[in-house]
């Protein structure tokens, strides 16, 4: 008795082919895989589980293969199309994508970011913890065995993390020159504090280490965006300069009569952006931080020449490079027009040539973020950015200029964002200057729900 065989072929042709004594069925050959449903991004508390998963379409039901990687490395044993992260813990935080392959090609999935949801954070002044309570106390940090009691203390009393406030011995020594000052205690406590401090062990990498063991998120803030120090005999009370400033002083903001603001830099200058971002790099690359909080709040009102600080907030802002930028893009002199006068009855903030004057000086603040984030992921993929602002403008004591915080979040430059955040580094009256943005008066802040 002759016997029917089938034999079934997988191939690119949709027939098939009959004989007496096979049957030969051609199906349509598998197609490289194809992702209809990306992992979401995923943001758990401390310690909780989080899952991530992708919907491929398999027709005809040819095996997919998976490999799940964070941050663009394969993570081990995770080959299905599901990936749970259990007890996340903040070394898991990160992009998760997954290759999905077959016999045809293979594609990878679009990131999706795992955010870790810290319960409680420290924010501390380690400089001025040093003044305050040491020397020789834990509450000083100026000691390992005193920095490992304190992180454990933190650790025991529900913190999850903790922001530290660098000095001056974190800047490069290349980055800044400390001088005396004609205050014989302020001297005293920085060259008996923070300097002899760091001379005697590598404080931050030392906060770091013994702050993750203890299972906390280790933050550098660095208070340097619009603190810049002045040039010694600027402010005989300042016991500090930055290099690149005091090289290039021309990157201060200026007013319409050419006077400076110190510590206030204009980041239209790219070489103000770069080295700024230098800074940041010198310290993921010394003290192996990879968790950063650019504050932009200032110092200015600190200085004894406050007769620079703003008499109105959009009293400065016209450097060659902004008033240049503003006659190319919008054909109007910034320099002879009264819109842009604040003693002018013409003036207004909310002008709309004003208002651009305001994005065009946002704008520039926006590449800095741009240019810290790029390079900072290029040396660590793990770097996270995080900042603080009162609301969609800068605010007191610095001006209008508008915090594009939107495209910061939306392009990705920002883990975290703090918002309804005062800058004032010494609060000034306000009344009458007119800031659009005053978070200590509660003008013009951005509701968390936002």
């Given amino acids: 008795m002759n016997r029917k065989h089938l034999i079934v072929l997988i191939c690119s042709a949709l027939r098939f082919t009959c004989a007496c004594a096979f049957v030969f069925l051609c199906l349509p050959a598998a197609g490289q895989p194809n992702i209809v449903s990306q992992p979401q991004n995923q943001a758990v508390s401390l310690g909780s589980n989080a899952t991530f998963s992708v919907t491929t379409v398999n027709v005809p039901p040819v095996g997919y293969q998976y490999q799940w990687r964070r941050n663009g490395s394969d993570i081990l044993g995770a080959t299905t199309n599901t990936l749970t992260v259990t007890n996340a813990q903040f070394v898991n935080q990160g992009n998760y994508s997954v290759l999905v392959s077959n016999l045809t090609g293979s594609v990878t999935s679009s990131?999706?970011?795992?955010?870790?949801?810290?319960?409680?954070?420290?924010?501390?002044?380690?400089?001025?913890?040093?003044?305050v309570y040491g020397p020789g106390t834990d509450a000083a940090f100026d000691s390992p065995e005193g920095i490992e009691r304190m992180m454990r203390r933190l650790r025991g009393r529900g913190y999850t993390g903790v922001?530290?406030?660098?000095d001056i011995p974190q800047f490069d020594s290349n980055q800044v020159?400390?001088?005396?000052?004609?205050?014989?205690?302020?001297?005293?406590?920085?060259?008996?504090?923070?300097?002899?401090?760091?001379?005697?062990?590598?404080?931050f990498s030392t906060m770091r280490q013994f702050a993750e063991t203890n299972g906390l998120e280790f933050w550098t803030y660095h208070p340097s965006v619009y603190?810049?120090?002045?040039?010694?005999?600027i402010d005989g009370d300042w016991p500090y300069g930055l290099t690149y400033v005091i090289d290039h002083p021309e990157v201060l903001t200026i007013d319409r009569a050419g006077t400076k603001q110190y510590m206030v830099r204009e980041y239209g200058y790219p070489g103000a952006r770069a080295s700024k971002v230098q800074e940041f790099v010198y310290l993921a690359q010394t003290y192996g931080i990879r968790n950063f909080f650019p504050s932009m709040r200032t110092e200015a009102a600190q200085l004894a020449v406050q007769a620079t600080l703003p008499l109105k907030a959009d009293q400065f802002g016209f450097n060659q490079i902004v008033v240049d930028a503003m006659q190319t893009n919008y054909g109007v002199n910034i320099l002879t027009d009264p819109r842009f006068d604040v003693n002018?009855?013409?003036?207004?903030?909310?002008?709309?040539?004003?208002?651009?004057?305001?994005?065009?000086?946002g704008g520039y603040l926006t590449q800095f973020y741009r240019d810290l984030h790029a390079t900072l992921v290029a040396l660590n993929p793990d770097a996270h950015i995080v900042t603080a602002i009162p609301g969609d403008h800068i605010g007191p004591e610095l001006g209008n200029w508008q915090l594009d915080w939107r495209t910061w979040v939306n392009e990705g430059l920002l883990s975290d964002l703090l918002v309804g955040v005062s800058l004032e580094g010494n609060p000034q009256s306000t009344a009458g200057k007119g800031y659009l943005t005053d978070a200590s008066n509660g003008i013009g802040t951005i509701p968390i729900s936002t």
Avoid: C, H
Avoid at 111 to 122: H, M
Avoid at 163 to 166: A, G, L
Avoid at 344 to 361: A, F
């Fill in 111 to 131: 990131n999706a970011f795992l955010k870790i949801t810290p319960v409680n954070q420290a924010i501390i002044s380690w400089g001025d913890n040093v003044a």
């Fill in 227 to 233: 603190s810049d120090g002045v040039a010694q005999g």
């Fill in 177 to 203: 020159v400390l001088y005396n000052t004609v205050n014989p205690l302020v001297n005293l406590l920085i060259q008996n504090g923070v300097v002899a401090t760091s001379a005697s062990f590598d404080v």
């Fill in 163 to 166: 922001y530290m406030r660098t």
């Fill in 344 to 361: 002018s009855v013409s003036y207004s903030p909310t002008n709309s040539m004003v208002t651009n004057w305001q994005n065009l000086r």
